[in-house]
């Protein structure tokens, strides 16, 4: 069903620039790009005569990535732990607001764990940054912004 739509205004476009992250509950002022996607994990279906591939849903998983300013040694316990064959899992989330805008949405990803981070990486001259990565289970929605165009 086609509904009509009005067109946005310019100041309803987000600005990553007041993007926040909270690492298990406390706030990541350093953090310069987070994101977390949800797969859709498909097998191939097809039938006798069908010349097209379907697939079917069977199971989602979750990713996300995390990159932050280098102020001091995030990611020391977490590798310590998993050096130890320990599983940490954190809890992670994520906020726009701009003010422009006039919305917020924030994300909560759950059951978060770690494949990959950095030990250490520099450039000279240049401003260091980790990386975070891994999955996740589980997400919810803690604020959504409202479609201002219908």
Known sequence: MVTNRTKP??????SGTHGYFWWDGAICYEITSFEAKVKANRETINFSG??????????????????????????????EKLAQGLDPRLTLISKLADPDNGGTERVQI?????DELTLQAF????????????????????????????
Do not use: H, Q
Request: proline letters at 1%; a negative charge.
């Open 9 to 14: 205004a310019i100041g309803k476009v987000i």
């Open 50 to 79: 069908d010349m097209w591939d379907d697939s079917k849903l069977m199971s989602v998983s979750g990713t996300w990535t995390a990159k932050v300013k280098k102020i001091y040694s995030r990611g020391k316990e977490y590798a």
């Open 110 to 114: 759950n059951s978060c764990w770690l």
């Open 123 to 150: 450039e000279n001259g240049k401003i260091t940054e980790d990386e975070f990565s891994g999955g996740f289970v589980g997400f919810k929605y803690l604020d959504t912004i409202d479609d201002p165009c219908a």
